[in-house]
Protein backbone atom coordinates (compact mmCIF):
# COMPACT_ATOMS: atom_id res chain seq x y z
CA UNK A 1 0.00 0.00 0.00
CA UNK A 2 2.61 2.60 0.77
CA UNK A 3 5.14 3.08 3.82
CA UNK A 4 5.06 2.28 7.19
CA UNK A 5 4.74 4.74 9.57
CA UNK A 6 7.35 4.46 11.67
CA UNK A 7 5.61 6.46 14.90
CA UNK A 8 4.35 4.34 17.26
CA UNK A 9 -0.09 4.43 17.54
CA UNK A 10 -2.29 4.53 20.41
CA UNK A 11 -5.82 4.04 19.03
CA UNK A 12 -8.50 3.92 21.52
CA UNK A 13 -11.62 1.96 19.63
CA UNK A 14 -14.72 3.14 21.81
CA UNK A 15 -17.72 1.29 20.45
CA UNK A 16 -15.38 -2.06 20.09
CA UNK A 17 -17.71 -4.85 20.47
CA UNK A 18 -20.12 -3.07 17.97
CA UNK A 19 -20.85 -3.99 14.41
CA UNK A 20 -18.13 -1.88 12.55
CA UNK A 21 -14.98 -2.29 15.01
CA UNK A 22 -15.49 -5.95 14.93
CA UNK A 23 -16.69 -6.95 11.00
CA UNK A 24 -14.52 -3.95 9.84
CA UNK A 25 -11.95 -2.15 11.97
CA UNK A 26 -10.28 -5.30 13.67
CA UNK A 27 -9.65 -7.03 10.56
CA UNK A 28 -8.45 -3.88 9.10
CA UNK A 29 -6.23 -3.00 11.33
CA UNK A 30 -4.94 -6.88 11.66
CA UNK A 31 -4.24 -6.62 7.68
CA UNK A 32 -2.27 -3.20 8.43
CA UNK A 33 -0.31 -5.35 11.34
CA UNK A 34 0.08 -8.41 8.50
CA UNK A 35 1.19 -5.66 6.05
CA UNK A 36 4.08 -4.77 8.46
CA UNK A 37 2.48 -1.29 8.48
CA UNK A 38 2.23 -1.03 12.28
CA UNK A 39 4.68 0.34 13.95
CA UNK A 40 6.84 -2.24 17.09
CA UNK A 41 5.12 -0.71 19.48
CA UNK A 42 2.07 0.49 18.30
CA UNK A 43 -1.00 -0.22 20.78
CA UNK A 44 -5.04 -0.65 20.73
CA UNK A 45 -7.36 -0.40 23.68
CA UNK A 46 -10.77 -1.65 22.74
CA UNK A 47 -13.49 0.39 24.92
CA UNK A 48 -16.94 -0.78 25.15
CA UNK A 49 -19.68 -0.82 27.95
CA UNK A 50 -20.08 -4.88 28.30
CA UNK A 51 -17.75 -5.77 31.96
CA UNK A 52 -15.52 -8.13 29.91
CA UNK A 53 -12.00 -8.74 30.77
CA UNK A 54 -9.21 -8.75 28.79
CA UNK A 55 -8.80 -12.59 28.33
CA UNK A 56 -12.39 -12.93 27.38
CA UNK A 57 -12.15 -10.07 24.87
CA UNK A 58 -9.03 -11.32 23.16
CA UNK A 59 -10.27 -14.63 23.11
CA UNK A 60 -13.87 -13.49 20.82
CA UNK A 61 -11.44 -11.21 18.79
CA UNK A 62 -9.28 -13.95 17.65
CA UNK A 63 -12.39 -15.99 16.88
CA UNK A 64 -13.81 -12.95 14.63
CA UNK A 65 -10.98 -12.64 12.67
CA UNK A 66 -10.82 -16.29 12.11
CA UNK A 67 -14.06 -16.38 10.39
CA UNK A 68 -13.55 -13.02 8.91
CA UNK A 69 -10.02 -12.83 7.55
CA UNK A 70 -10.17 -15.18 4.30
CA UNK A 71 -8.18 -18.31 4.85
CA UNK A 72 -5.17 -17.54 2.86
CA UNK A 73 -4.43 -14.31 4.85
CA UNK A 74 -4.70 -15.63 8.49
CA UNK A 75 -1.18 -16.23 9.51
CA UNK A 76 -1.48 -17.37 13.10
CA UNK A 77 1.86 -15.60 14.48
CA UNK A 78 0.45 -12.24 12.46
CA UNK A 79 -2.93 -13.04 14.72
CA UNK A 80 -0.72 -13.37 17.94
CA UNK A 81 1.02 -10.93 17.96
CA UNK A 82 -1.65 -8.21 16.86
CA UNK A 83 -4.07 -9.81 19.57
CA UNK A 84 -1.30 -9.13 22.05
CA UNK A 85 -1.38 -5.12 21.13
CA UNK A 86 -4.85 -5.21 21.92
CA UNK A 87 -6.19 -4.08 25.60
CA UNK A 88 -9.95 -4.39 26.69
CA UNK A 89 -11.40 -1.63 29.19
CA UNK A 90 -15.35 -1.63 30.20
CA UNK A 91 -16.44 1.74 29.89
CA UNK A 92 -19.64 4.02 29.89
CA UNK A 93 -18.72 6.68 27.59
CA UNK A 94 -20.93 9.11 29.42
CA UNK A 95 -18.96 8.49 32.70
CA UNK A 96 -16.56 11.86 32.49
CA UNK A 97 -14.91 10.06 35.86
CA UNK A 98 -13.48 6.73 34.92
CA UNK A 99 -11.17 8.59 31.39
CA UNK A 100 -8.83 9.68 33.71
CA UNK A 101 -7.58 5.73 33.53
CA UNK A 102 -7.27 6.40 29.63
CA UNK A 103 -4.42 8.79 29.90
CA UNK A 104 -2.71 5.92 32.36
CA UNK A 105 -3.12 3.62 29.53
CA UNK A 106 -1.55 5.73 27.40
CA UNK A 107 2.08 5.85 26.20
CA UNK A 108 2.55 9.47 25.73
CA UNK A 109 5.42 9.21 23.15
CA UNK A 110 2.99 7.34 20.67
CA UNK A 111 0.55 8.68 17.80
CA UNK A 112 -2.69 9.17 19.81
CA UNK A 113 -5.59 8.45 17.81
CA UNK A 114 -9.19 7.94 19.03
CA UNK A 115 -11.52 6.04 16.83
CA UNK A 116 -15.58 6.44 17.46
CA UNK A 117 -17.56 4.02 16.36
CA UNK A 118 -20.49 4.96 18.41
CA UNK A 119 -23.78 6.41 17.72
CA UNK A 120 -22.94 10.15 16.64
CA UNK A 121 -24.91 12.04 19.89
CA UNK A 122 -21.98 10.58 21.28
CA UNK A 123 -19.03 12.50 19.64
CA UNK A 124 -19.19 15.75 21.82
CA UNK A 125 -19.96 13.57 25.22
CA UNK A 126 -16.88 11.27 24.52
CA UNK A 127 -14.30 14.55 22.93
CA UNK A 128 -15.27 16.82 26.43
CA UNK A 129 -14.83 13.67 28.33
CA UNK A 130 -11.54 12.82 26.86
CA UNK A 131 -10.18 16.39 27.66
CA UNK A 132 -11.29 16.69 30.90
CA UNK A 133 -9.48 12.97 31.27
CA UNK A 134 -6.58 14.86 30.10
CA UNK A 135 -6.47 12.36 27.10
CA UNK A 136 -6.45 15.17 24.74
CA UNK A 137 -3.39 17.19 23.00
CA UNK A 138 -2.94 19.10 19.70
CA UNK A 139 -1.47 15.80 17.97
CA UNK A 140 -4.54 13.87 18.57
CA UNK A 141 -6.76 12.61 16.02
CA UNK A 142 -9.95 11.82 15.99
CA UNK A 143 -11.70 9.69 13.66
CA UNK A 144 -15.77 9.99 13.26
CA UNK A 145 -18.22 7.83 11.79
CA UNK A 146 -20.89 9.10 9.37
CA UNK A 147 -23.54 10.20 9.78
CA UNK A 148 -22.55 13.16 11.56
CA UNK A 149 -25.99 14.10 12.74
CA UNK A 150 -29.33 13.43 11.27
CA UNK A 151 -29.81 16.95 9.42
CA UNK A 152 -27.97 20.15 8.90
CA UNK A 153 -28.97 21.73 12.28
CA UNK A 154 -27.94 18.83 14.32
CA UNK A 155 -24.97 17.97 12.41
CA UNK A 156 -24.04 21.47 13.50
CA UNK A 157 -24.49 20.67 16.90
CA UNK A 158 -22.11 17.54 16.48
CA UNK A 159 -19.40 19.37 14.91
CA UNK A 160 -19.42 22.27 17.08
CA UNK A 161 -18.98 19.97 20.04
CA UNK A 162 -16.25 18.02 18.47
CA UNK A 163 -14.75 21.88 17.56
CA UNK A 164 -14.75 22.60 20.88
CA UNK A 165 -12.16 20.27 21.74
CA UNK A 166 -10.43 19.33 18.77
CA UNK A 167 -9.10 21.76 15.77
CA UNK A 168 -10.15 21.22 11.73
CA UNK A 169 -6.81 19.65 11.10
CA UNK A 170 -7.36 16.90 13.94
CA UNK A 171 -10.57 15.80 12.67
CA UNK A 172 -10.37 12.50 10.41
CA UNK A 173 -14.72 12.37 9.24
CA UNK A 174 -14.84 8.77 7.89
CA UNK A 175 -16.96 8.51 4.48
CA UNK A 176 -15.87 4.43 3.49
CA UNK A 177 -16.59 5.05 -0.13
CA UNK A 178 -13.81 7.17 -0.54
CA UNK A 179 -11.17 4.54 1.14
CA UNK A 180 -12.13 2.00 -1.66
CA UNK A 181 -9.77 1.66 -4.00
CA UNK A 182 -12.01 1.97 -7.23
CA UNK A 183 -13.10 5.25 -6.04
CA UNK A 184 -10.16 6.97 -5.60
CA UNK A 185 -9.38 5.49 -9.00
CA UNK A 186 -11.82 8.25 -10.06
CA UNK A 187 -8.97 11.10 -9.18
CA UNK A 188 -6.73 8.75 -11.44
CA UNK A 189 -8.83 8.28 -13.86
CA UNK A 190 -10.17 11.85 -14.27
CA UNK A 191 -6.81 13.65 -13.84
CA UNK A 192 -4.22 11.50 -15.05
CA UNK A 193 -5.45 10.88 -18.39
CA UNK A 194 -5.56 13.79 -20.59
CA UNK A 195 -8.41 11.71 -23.30
CA UNK A 196 -10.78 12.13 -20.25
CA UNK A 197 -9.79 15.90 -19.30
CA UNK A 198 -10.56 17.31 -22.54
CA UNK A 199 -14.12 15.34 -22.68
CA UNK A 200 -15.29 15.92 -19.25
CA UNK A 201 -18.27 18.39 -19.55
CA UNK A 202 -21.32 19.36 -21.01
CA UNK A 203 -20.14 19.87 -24.51
CA UNK A 204 -19.28 16.08 -24.66
CA UNK A 205 -21.30 14.33 -21.85
CA UNK A 206 -25.33 13.53 -22.07
CA UNK A 207 -26.17 12.31 -19.17
CA UNK A 208 -24.43 10.86 -15.67
CA UNK A 209 -26.11 7.26 -13.77
CA UNK A 210 -25.07 6.56 -10.38
CA UNK A 211 -25.76 3.13 -8.96
CA UNK A 212 -25.28 1.78 -5.65
CA UNK A 213 -27.47 -1.30 -5.10
CA UNK A 214 -27.16 -3.32 -1.95
CA UNK A 215 -28.75 -7.37 -2.18
CA UNK A 216 -29.12 -7.20 1.39
CA UNK A 217 -31.79 -6.24 3.71
CA UNK A 218 -31.67 -4.04 6.95
CA UNK A 219 -29.27 -7.27 8.69
CA UNK A 220 -30.73 -6.48 12.28
CA UNK A 221 -29.58 -2.69 12.25
CA UNK A 222 -33.90 -1.79 11.97
CA UNK A 223 -33.22 0.93 15.09
CA UNK A 224 -31.00 3.13 13.34
CA UNK A 225 -32.40 2.68 9.51
CA UNK A 226 -36.17 3.51 10.60
CA UNK A 227 -34.37 6.97 11.61
CA UNK A 228 -32.11 7.22 8.81
CA UNK A 229 -33.69 6.01 6.22
CA UNK A 230 -31.92 5.50 2.41
CA UNK A 231 -31.17 9.14 1.66
CA UNK A 232 -29.56 9.91 5.11
CA UNK A 233 -27.73 6.43 5.25
CA UNK A 234 -26.45 6.28 1.75
CA UNK A 235 -27.11 9.65 -0.24
CA UNK A 236 -25.96 12.23 1.90
CA UNK A 237 -22.32 10.63 1.84
CA UNK A 238 -21.54 8.08 -0.56
CA UNK A 239 -23.41 8.88 -3.48
CA UNK A 240 -22.99 12.57 -3.08
CA UNK A 241 -19.21 12.00 -2.80
CA UNK A 242 -19.14 9.76 -5.43
CA UNK A 243 -21.00 12.39 -7.65
CA UNK A 244 -18.13 14.92 -6.37
CA UNK A 245 -15.32 12.87 -7.66
CA UNK A 246 -16.98 12.72 -10.96
CA UNK A 247 -18.04 16.38 -11.50
CA UNK A 248 -15.57 18.22 -9.68
CA UNK A 249 -13.35 20.62 -11.66
CA UNK A 250 -9.50 19.54 -11.66
CA UNK A 251 -7.63 20.58 -7.99
CA UNK A 252 -4.35 22.31 -8.45
CA UNK A 253 -2.64 19.65 -5.82
CA UNK A 254 -3.78 16.42 -4.13
CA UNK A 255 -3.40 17.80 -0.91
CA UNK A 256 -6.80 17.58 1.20
CA UNK A 257 -7.89 21.33 0.85
CA UNK A 258 -7.14 21.52 -2.53
CA UNK A 259 -9.61 18.43 -3.42
CA UNK A 260 -11.91 19.29 -0.51
CA UNK A 261 -12.58 22.99 -1.63
CA UNK A 262 -13.25 21.41 -5.52
CA UNK A 263 -15.95 18.71 -4.00
CA UNK A 264 -17.59 21.73 -2.06
CA UNK A 265 -18.00 23.60 -5.17
CA UNK A 266 -19.92 21.24 -6.57
CA UNK A 267 -21.99 20.87 -3.55
CA UNK A 268 -22.78 24.21 -3.73
CA UNK A 269 -23.67 24.16 -7.30
CA UNK A 270 -26.25 21.52 -6.54
CA UNK A 271 -29.87 22.58 -8.03
CA UNK A 272 -32.26 22.89 -5.15
CA UNK A 273 -34.94 20.50 -5.73
CA UNK A 274 -37.77 22.61 -4.76
CA UNK A 275 -41.68 21.16 -3.94
CA UNK A 276 -42.59 21.45 -7.68
CA UNK A 277 -39.76 19.23 -8.75
CA UNK A 278 -39.44 16.62 -6.34
CA UNK A 279 -42.68 14.49 -7.82
CA UNK A 280 -40.80 14.43 -10.76
CA UNK A 281 -36.88 14.12 -9.91
CA UNK A 282 -37.25 12.12 -6.94
CA UNK A 283 -38.80 8.90 -6.56
CA UNK A 284 -38.41 7.54 -2.89
CA UNK A 285 -39.28 3.63 -2.21
CA UNK A 286 -40.04 0.24 0.17
CA UNK A 287 -39.85 -2.56 -0.55
CA UNK A 288 -42.23 -5.61 0.42
CA UNK A 289 -41.93 -9.27 0.77
CA UNK A 290 -39.63 -10.97 -2.28
CA UNK A 291 -36.91 -12.94 -2.93
CA UNK A 292 -33.44 -12.39 -2.94
CA UNK A 293 -30.89 -15.12 -4.45
CA UNK A 294 -33.62 -16.96 -4.85
CA UNK A 295 -34.52 -17.46 -1.30
CA UNK A 296 -38.26 -15.99 0.09
CA UNK A 297 -37.07 -12.80 2.26
CA UNK A 298 -39.62 -10.55 4.35
CA UNK A 299 -40.83 -6.85 3.17
CA UNK A 300 -39.31 -3.55 5.59
CA UNK A 301 -42.27 -3.81 7.31
CA UNK A 302 -41.89 -7.46 8.47
CA UNK A 303 -38.15 -7.21 9.75
CA UNK A 304 -37.62 -7.94 12.94
CA UNK A 305 -38.05 -4.95 15.32
CA UNK A 306 -39.85 -3.27 12.38
CA UNK A 307 -42.52 -0.65 13.66
CA UNK A 308 -45.33 -1.87 10.77
CA UNK A 309 -46.53 1.52 9.58
CA UNK A 310 -43.37 3.45 8.81
CA UNK A 311 -42.57 5.45 5.89
CA UNK A 312 -38.82 4.88 5.82
CA UNK A 313 -37.31 5.07 2.05
CA UNK A 314 -35.45 2.19 1.56
CA UNK A 315 -34.85 3.04 -1.80
CA UNK A 316 -34.12 6.24 -3.79
CA UNK A 317 -33.86 7.87 -7.06
CA UNK A 318 -32.56 11.37 -7.95
CA UNK A 319 -32.32 13.40 -11.03
CA UNK A 320 -29.76 15.51 -9.70
CA UNK A 321 -28.45 18.57 -11.35
CA UNK A 322 -25.47 21.20 -11.78
CA UNK A 323 -25.58 24.73 -11.83
CA UNK A 324 -22.40 25.04 -12.79
CA UNK A 325 -20.28 25.71 -16.34
CA UNK A 326 -18.93 22.56 -17.08
CA UNK A 327 -22.57 20.77 -16.08
CA UNK A 328 -25.38 22.92 -17.38
CA UNK A 329 -28.12 20.70 -18.82
CA UNK A 330 -26.25 17.15 -17.69
CA UNK A 331 -28.67 15.45 -15.70
CA UNK A 332 -27.11 13.04 -12.57
CA UNK A 333 -29.16 10.01 -12.20
CA UNK A 334 -28.25 8.50 -8.76
CA UNK A 335 -30.49 5.66 -7.50
CA UNK A 336 -29.60 3.36 -4.30
CA UNK A 337 -31.75 1.02 -2.39
CA UNK A 338 -31.48 -2.47 -0.14
CA UNK A 339 -33.06 -5.06 -1.33
CA UNK A 340 -32.39 -4.79 -5.10
CA UNK A 341 -31.52 -8.02 -7.45
CA UNK A 342 -27.69 -7.60 -6.94
CA UNK A 343 -24.73 -6.20 -5.07
CA UNK A 344 -23.78 -3.20 -7.75
CA UNK A 345 -21.78 -0.18 -7.48
CA UNK A 346 -21.56 1.93 -10.95
CA UNK A 347 -21.22 4.74 -12.89
CA UNK A 348 -21.99 5.31 -16.38
CA UNK A 349 -20.49 8.33 -18.29
CA UNK A 350 -22.97 8.80 -21.37
CA UNK A 351 -20.96 10.88 -24.06
CA UNK A 352 -23.23 12.63 -26.46
CA UNK A 353 -22.88 11.58 -30.06
CA UNK A 354 -20.65 13.26 -33.29
CA UNK A 355 -22.39 15.95 -34.27
CA UNK A 356 -23.09 14.60 -37.71
CA UNK A 357 -24.10 10.95 -37.87
CA UNK A 358 -23.54 9.27 -41.49
CA UNK A 359 -24.35 5.31 -40.57
CA UNK A 360 -27.48 3.29 -40.85
CA UNK A 361 -29.84 5.20 -39.58
CA UNK A 362 -31.64 2.22 -37.47
CA UNK A 363 -28.02 2.18 -35.57
CA UNK A 364 -28.45 5.80 -34.68
CA UNK A 365 -29.25 4.54 -30.65
CA UNK A 366 -25.74 2.96 -30.80
CA UNK A 367 -24.29 6.01 -31.54
CA UNK A 368 -23.03 7.38 -28.04
CA UNK A 369 -20.04 5.81 -26.33
CA UNK A 370 -20.12 4.76 -22.44
CA UNK A 371 -17.60 4.86 -19.90
CA UNK A 372 -18.57 2.33 -17.58
CA UNK A 373 -17.27 2.80 -14.00
CA UNK A 374 -17.26 -0.60 -12.29
CA UNK A 375 -16.56 0.49 -8.32
CA UNK A 376 -17.80 -2.93 -7.05
CA UNK A 377 -17.99 -6.02 -7.20
CA UNK A 378 -15.98 -6.91 -10.55
CA UNK A 379 -13.88 -3.82 -10.21
CA UNK A 380 -12.65 -2.29 -13.38
CA UNK A 381 -14.09 -0.24 -16.10
CA UNK A 382 -14.79 0.06 -19.81
CA UNK A 383 -15.43 1.86 -22.50
CA UNK A 384 -18.09 1.02 -25.25
CA UNK A 385 -16.88 2.26 -28.46
CA UNK A 386 -18.21 1.82 -31.91
CA UNK A 387 -16.68 -0.28 -34.66
CA UNK A 388 -17.81 -1.91 -37.99
CA UNK A 389 -19.29 -5.61 -38.35
CA UNK A 390 -16.35 -7.53 -39.77
CA UNK A 391 -17.64 -9.31 -43.22
CA UNK A 392 -18.19 -8.61 -46.37
CA UNK A 393 -21.62 -8.84 -46.28
CA UNK A 394 -22.55 -6.34 -43.38
CA UNK A 395 -21.72 -2.95 -45.53
CA UNK A 396 -21.19 -0.05 -42.93
CA UNK A 397 -23.24 -1.62 -40.24
CA UNK A 398 -21.63 -0.84 -36.61
CA UNK A 399 -21.07 -2.65 -33.40
CA UNK A 400 -20.22 -1.67 -29.83
CA UNK A 401 -17.80 -3.02 -27.71
CA UNK A 402 -15.95 -2.68 -24.87
CA UNK A 403 -12.46 -1.40 -24.22
CA UNK A 404 -12.47 -3.54 -21.00
CA UNK A 405 -10.04 -3.08 -17.81
CA UNK A 406 -10.99 -5.64 -15.46
CA UNK A 407 -8.04 -4.87 -12.58
CA UNK A 408 -7.95 -8.63 -10.90
CA UNK A 409 -6.99 -9.94 -14.31
CA UNK A 410 -4.52 -6.86 -15.44
CA UNK A 411 -3.53 -6.47 -11.94
CA UNK A 412 -3.45 -9.73 -10.25
CA UNK A 413 -0.64 -10.17 -8.14
CA UNK A 414 -2.33 -7.48 -6.62
CA UNK A 415 -4.35 -7.52 -3.18
CA UNK A 416 -7.19 -5.26 -3.17
CA UNK A 417 -7.58 -3.61 0.48
CA UNK A 418 -10.60 -3.20 2.05
CA UNK A 419 -11.65 0.78 2.48
CA UNK A 420 -10.89 0.90 6.08
CA UNK A 421 -7.65 -0.72 5.81
CA UNK A 422 -6.99 2.13 3.57
CA UNK A 423 -8.43 5.07 5.76
CA UNK A 424 -6.94 3.80 9.20
CA UNK A 425 -3.77 3.98 7.23
CA UNK A 426 -3.96 7.44 6.46
CA UNK A 427 -5.48 8.13 9.63
CA UNK A 428 -1.90 7.30 11.15
CA UNK A 429 0.32 8.89 8.48
CA UNK A 430 -1.98 12.19 9.16
CA UNK A 431 -3.03 12.25 5.44
CA UNK A 432 -7.25 14.23 5.55
CA UNK A 433 -7.16 14.09 1.84
CA UNK A 434 -9.40 11.00 1.80
CA UNK A 435 -11.80 12.31 4.65
CA UNK A 436 -14.67 15.05 5.01
CA UNK A 437 -14.40 18.41 5.74
CA UNK A 438 -16.94 20.54 8.12
CA UNK A 439 -18.54 22.19 5.49
CA UNK A 440 -18.64 19.08 3.00
CA UNK A 441 -20.91 17.62 5.37
CA UNK A 442 -23.17 20.64 5.95
CA UNK A 443 -23.44 21.40 2.28
CA UNK A 444 -24.62 18.09 2.15
CA UNK A 445 -26.98 18.27 4.57
CA UNK A 446 -28.39 20.91 3.52
CA UNK A 447 -29.70 19.58 0.05
CA UNK A 448 -31.00 16.48 1.43
CA UNK A 449 -32.63 18.16 4.33
CA UNK A 450 -34.65 20.41 1.27
CA UNK A 451 -35.71 16.97 -0.53
CA UNK A 452 -36.37 15.42 3.22
CA UNK A 453 -38.39 18.96 3.92
CA UNK A 454 -40.19 18.39 0.65
CA UNK A 455 -41.48 14.92 0.87
CA UNK A 456 -43.15 15.58 4.46
CA UNK A 457 -44.87 18.60 3.04
CA UNK A 458 -46.38 16.39 -0.08
CA UNK A 459 -47.40 13.79 2.55
CA UNK A 460 -46.82 11.06 -0.11
CA UNK A 461 -45.68 7.63 0.94
CA UNK A 462 -42.94 5.73 -0.09
CA UNK A 463 -43.86 3.59 -3.61
CA UNK A 464 -43.51 -0.01 -2.73
CA UNK A 465 -41.41 -2.41 -4.70
CA UNK A 466 -40.89 -6.18 -3.97
CA UNK A 467 -37.39 -7.31 -2.92
CA UNK A 468 -35.48 -8.47 -5.54
CA UNK A 469 -36.38 -5.99 -8.18
CA UNK A 470 -34.73 -2.65 -9.27
CA UNK A 471 -37.33 -0.44 -7.07
CA UNK A 472 -40.32 1.14 -7.86
CA UNK A 473 -41.20 1.79 -11.55
CA UNK A 474 -41.71 5.46 -11.16
CA UNK A 475 -37.85 5.53 -11.01
CA UNK A 476 -38.07 4.04 -14.38
CA UNK A 477 -40.84 6.37 -15.45
CA UNK A 478 -37.99 9.14 -14.18
CA UNK A 479 -35.47 8.54 -16.77
CA UNK A 480 -37.53 7.15 -19.56
CA UNK A 481 -39.43 10.66 -19.56
CA UNK A 482 -35.93 11.88 -20.93
CA UNK A 483 -35.95 9.57 -23.59
CA UNK A 484 -33.20 7.40 -21.49
CA UNK A 485 -33.12 4.59 -19.64
CA UNK A 486 -30.87 2.99 -16.58
CA UNK A 487 -28.02 1.24 -17.89
CA UNK A 488 -27.75 -2.56 -18.43
CA UNK A 489 -24.92 -4.49 -19.45
CA UNK A 490 -26.03 -6.69 -22.45
N1 LIG B 1 -21.98 -0.96 11.01
C1 LIG B 1 -21.65 -0.42 9.84
O1 LIG B 1 -21.46 -1.11 8.82
C2 LIG B 1 -21.45 1.05 9.73
C3 LIG B 1 -21.54 1.88 10.82
N2 LIG B 1 -21.31 3.22 10.70
C4 LIG B 1 -21.37 4.10 11.86
O2 LIG B 1 -20.47 3.64 12.85
C5 LIG B 1 -20.96 3.89 14.14
C6 LIG B 1 -21.05 2.58 14.91
O3 LIG B 1 -21.94 1.72 14.20
P1 LIG B 1 -22.20 0.21 14.60
O4 LIG B 1 -20.95 -0.44 15.01
O5 LIG B 1 -23.00 -0.37 13.54
O6 LIG B 1 -23.13 0.41 15.87
P2 LIG B 1 -23.35 -0.61 17.08
O7 LIG B 1 -24.60 -0.20 17.76
O8 LIG B 1 -23.20 -2.01 16.62
O9 LIG B 1 -22.10 -0.29 18.01
C7 LIG B 1 -22.03 0.85 18.83
C8 LIG B 1 -21.32 0.46 20.08
O10 LIG B 1 -21.28 1.59 20.94
C9 LIG B 1 -21.57 1.13 22.24
N3 LIG B 1 -22.14 2.18 23.09
C10 LIG B 1 -23.22 2.96 22.84
N4 LIG B 1 -23.40 3.80 23.86
C11 LIG B 1 -22.42 3.57 24.75
C12 LIG B 1 -22.06 4.12 26.01
N5 LIG B 1 -22.75 5.14 26.55
N6 LIG B 1 -21.01 3.62 26.65
C13 LIG B 1 -20.30 2.59 26.13
N7 LIG B 1 -20.59 2.02 24.94
C14 LIG B 1 -21.62 2.51 24.28
C15 LIG B 1 -22.58 0.03 22.06
O11 LIG B 1 -22.53 -0.78 23.19
P3 LIG B 1 -23.74 -1.75 23.58
O12 LIG B 1 -23.58 -2.89 22.62
O13 LIG B 1 -23.43 -2.09 24.99
O14 LIG B 1 -24.99 -0.96 23.41
C16 LIG B 1 -22.06 -0.65 20.80
O15 LIG B 1 -21.13 -1.67 21.10
C17 LIG B 1 -22.32 4.57 13.95
O16 LIG B 1 -22.13 5.96 13.98
C18 LIG B 1 -22.73 4.11 12.56
O17 LIG B 1 -23.61 5.02 11.95
C19 LIG B 1 -20.97 3.77 9.49
C20 LIG B 1 -20.86 2.99 8.36
C21 LIG B 1 -21.12 1.59 8.37
O1 LIG C 1 -22.52 3.24 5.19
C1 LIG C 1 -23.21 2.31 4.84
O2 LIG C 1 -22.76 1.52 3.82
C2 LIG C 1 -23.26 0.21 3.66
C3 LIG C 1 -22.85 -0.21 2.24
O3 LIG C 1 -21.46 -0.22 2.15
P1 LIG C 1 -20.69 -1.17 1.11
O4 LIG C 1 -19.27 -0.85 1.31
O5 LIG C 1 -21.07 -2.58 1.49
O6 LIG C 1 -21.21 -0.82 -0.24
C4 LIG C 1 -24.76 0.15 3.85
O7 LIG C 1 -25.21 -1.19 3.81
C5 LIG C 1 -25.12 0.75 5.19
O8 LIG C 1 -26.54 0.79 5.33
C6 LIG C 1 -24.58 2.17 5.31
O9 LIG C 1 -24.76 2.63 6.64
Not at 269 to 280: F, I, R
Not at 312 to 322: Q, S
Not at 343 to 372: E, M, R
Not at 382 to 400: F, P, V
Request: charge should be negative; hydrophobic fraction near 40%.
Amino acid sequence: MADRTDTPCDLMLFGALGDLAMRKLFPALYQLDRAGLLADNSRILALARRPLTIDPFRQQLAENLRTLVPEAEQNPEVIDRFIGRVDYLQLDFAEESRFESLNEWRNHDNQLIVYMATPPGLYGVIARNLKAGNCCTDRTRVVVEKPIGHDLESSRVVNDELGEVYQETQLFRMDHYLGKETVQNLIALRFANNLFASQWDQNHISHVEITVAESVGIEGRWGYFDRAGQLRDMVQSHLLQLLCLIAMDPPSDLSPDSIRDEKVKVLKALKTVNPDSVGQNVVRGQYTAGTSEGKPVPGYLEEEGANRSSETETFVAIKAELDNWRWAGVPFYIRTGKRLPEKLSQIIIHFKPAPHYIFDPDQKHLANNKLIIRLQPDEGMALKILTKEQGLDKGMRLRQGPLELTFSETFSEDRTPDAYERLLWEVMRGNQYLFLRRDEVEYAWRWVDRIIRNWHDSGEPPKRYAAGTWGPVASIAMITRDGRSWYEDV
